[in-house]
Each structure stands twice: as C-alpha cells, then as structure tokens.
C-alpha cells in the first residue's frame, strides 16, 4: 500500500537551510519539526519551501541553518482551524534527508540536475479557473486531489501555462490526471474591507506536463507539456 501512495506523491529537493527548525505538532510521542529551505531557481531566484520532518531524521544530524541538504518526501496538505477560519496549509513532508557533499559552495540549479521536481497522481476536485493576465499569458488554476493513506488525501494547488492552461480548462471534475512540475513560493498581498494589506506566501505545484489517466477517448489521452518560455518565466 505505502508503494502505491508513495508513487502518488513524490518530491525532491536540493536547497540550502534558511531557518531554525520550529516545534510543530507532536503524535503519539512523536515530535514534528519545520524548517525553511532554499531552493533555486533556473532564473537565479529561490523558492522559500516549509519542509516538515520527524525528530527521528534527526537523531545523527542537526540540519543547521546554511547546511544544504537533499530532502526526499511528499508535497502534503492540512487544514488550519483559527479565528473562526478554514486555511489550506501546504508542506513538503520530508521521509527522507541527506546532507550533499559539497557543503562550501552554493546550491544552483541546472538544466542537467533534479534539485525541484514533484511528481502527483490525482483527481481534479473544482473545475479549473482559466484565465488571461494584462500581457497575454494564459494561466489554469488546477486543485488535485492526491490519495494519501488511512483514507486521507492532499488537496494541491497547481498552476498550468500555456496551450496546457487551455487544455485544463475544458477537464472535468474527478479526470484522474498525473502531474509533474516544481514546487514555487508566491509572495501576494491580501487586502481586507478595513483597507489594511497583509503580505502572504502561497505554495503551490507549477505543471510542468500533464497526462489524463485511464481516459476512454484515446485522443485525448495524451501528454501536455508546458511551452519552454512559461517554464523559464516561472
């Protein structure tokens, strides 16, 4: 079982700590941690990812702040209760952690090498928001839900590009699809009726291909990758 799960939903990492790790829940004498890491991109930029790791992957290693590290795990979801509001929270769940070899130079992403690829097997649960932004690019927002085990299930957040954007917007909810793409961090600010701004970060999956699972129209069972220039923009 934990075989099919894991093929369900499966991330890895390669970035630098950028943070202390944070008590965060405990179950069954069992204490969860979060830190914060870098991960770069193509562009030059970095995405600012929350990974949640068990004390137990910490037992011969501290993770200290500047270290870089492979994380290997799942790219979950839960659902925050407070001031009498419901909020999607997103987390890389860490099952596996390595420190890389070369701990004097920076983490830089490349072409060639794997250092932020996540891979989901879902269904998609709304139906997808296509949109235009004010210079012509065409975005799908996309929210898959990927099984998880004990009947529980990871609700994502994905964003599509491109003839891929167009693409989504036609599916229909419950099309089982699988999804592969790099997870990013978005910084936005929220404003409320009272005028004040919030700034927040939003997490969520950029699809890089798209393939519909078990589709009986053979046609239209086919992979859509995403344009190269939506990718690199990203």
Known sequence: ????????????????????????????GEKFYIFDLSVPRLSGNADIIPITISERLMVDQSLPVESKITVEGQFRSYNSYGEGKNKLVLTVFAKNVEMLEDQENE???RKDFISNEVTLIGYICKKPIYRQTPFGREIADVLLAVNRAYS???YIPCIAWGRTARFCENMEVGTEVKVVGRVQSRQYEKKYEDGTV????AYEVS???LEVINQEDNSKNEEQPAEEENKEAI
Do not use: C, P, Q, W
């Not at 919030?198 to 970060?201: D, F, G, H, L, R």
């Open 1 to 28: 079982m934990d075989t099919v799960y894991s093929e369900n939903n499966h991330i890895i990492l390669v970035g630098k700590v950028t943070s202390e790790k944070r008590f965060s829940h405990e179950i069954y």
């Open 107 to 109: 983490v830089v992403a």
């Open 198 to 201: 919030e700034n927040k970060v």
């Open 152 to 154: 529980k299930s990871d």
């Open 207 to 209: 699809v890089g291909s």
